[in-house]
């Protein structure tokens, strides 16, 4: 085992919780948003609600964390596939497909059907025609039509339609794709081992590409590309540290990137999600330089099960947590008293055993459908290598 692989297994139980983490403070930060008051507006003020609302106040900073994380595995897979002269974009593009796919078309489906049982519900039926201003531009309703669940289906939300229904973490989904095309396509332009007339062929398509998504998923590639240069340095750092000293330092800066995120925003927005998008890059690249082979067996255990269903989490919360919000609370939003926190902490608890459950049937066997697709005779071949 070589000390790259050695290294991969000491911090990826920290990055299995990173990403689970990263998941539930999606989750919270829209079951808070649905249910409860704005600060502002609450009756008592605490230093225990302060508390509550600023920690559930970072979805979208994990969205950011999501972005890296995607950078750092998929584009450092692809700068050592190239490299090492493996390069298959049947293999590539039929790994990712399968990923994103196997929860993406359940996630459409079960949405669509949680989205139309709330429609026809008279208590519940004013959020879905009428919108909530804070996750809605036009009404779920007009969100809910088949165009828009295949434009969704092919990754065209944020490009030529909305998010379909009242799932609005689609968006995301649509940058992360489309990186997925656009990287490759430029690391093989600058491949010396690629021939001339094919990498004037992938200059093209990458420059078609990045003219096709517009100029805000452009924007927000170099957050994407932040976690590929984290790899790039993990693997050109020598000297690696056992002390935890690095990660301390850059969990410190992390953490202070994203409370000056949430009392300040520099304009254009964008410019205060590089800062949360390379604070995590720094804290990140510590991580996998300082990290110790200490972690317990119920920490490892735990962050491996909440990361393996951490996508389906994130894709498919939304629209039964807004068909409770119909349900539950159609007058208006909650204070945070004891009763309705209980309340709160039981509707968490249902969407992670909801998500959980859908995963066993869709993330849990991405493994076994992707080596069963690549082993059938339609994908049967020689591998084109470069």
Known sequence: MTKDSRLAKRTSVHLDAIRGVSAVAVLLYHLRGLFFVDYPQLAGKSIFLMALYAFTGYGHQAVMVFFVLSGYFIGTNVLVSVGNGRWSWR????SRV???????????????????????????????????????????ALRSTVPIFFEN?????????????????LWSLSYEFWYYLVFPALILVAATCVEIRLRILYAGLALLLLWF??????????????GTLVGRLQRATKVRSRSLTLPLVGGVIFIACLAWSRRHHLSPDLLT??????????????????????????????????????????????????????????????????????????????????????????????????????????????????
Do not use: C
Request: hydrophobic residues 50%; without cysteine; charged residues 10%.
């Open 91 to 94: 293999t590539y593009l039929l």
């Open 273 to 386: 999600d590089y800062l949360v998008a390379f604070g995590f890059a720094l804290w990140l690249y510590t991580l996998l330089l300082g990290s110790r082979e200490d972690a317990s067996p119920a920490y490892a255990y735990g962050a491996k099960k909440l990361a393996g269903f951490s996508y389906t989490l994130y894709l498919t919360h939304m629209p039964m947590l807004l068909l409770l919000r119909g349900l539950l609370a159609p007058h208006g939003n909650w204070q945070p008293d004891s009763l309705h926190l209980a309340y709160a902490l039981g509707i968490a608890m249902l969407l992670l055993t909801y998500s959980y459950w859908v995963a066993e049937f869709t993330e849990a066997r991405t493994a076994s459908v992707r080596r069963r697709l690549l082993e059938s005779k339609i994908f049967l071949g020689s591998e084109p290598r470069l």
């Open 153 to 169: 289906f092919f990754y065209l939300q944020s490009i030529i339609s909305p998010a379909f229904g009242s799932n609005t973490p």
């Open 213 to 226: 998504v517009g100029a805000l998923i452009v924007f927000y590639f170099p957050i994407w590309l932040a």
């Open 98 to 140: 399968t990923r994103l796919h196997l929860v993406l078309f359940p996630a459409l489906v079960l949405g669509a059907v949680w989205d139309r049982i709330g429609m026809r519900i008279p208590q519940a039926a004013s959020i879905y025609y009428d919108g909530l201003y804070k996750f809605y531009g036009p009404s779920v």
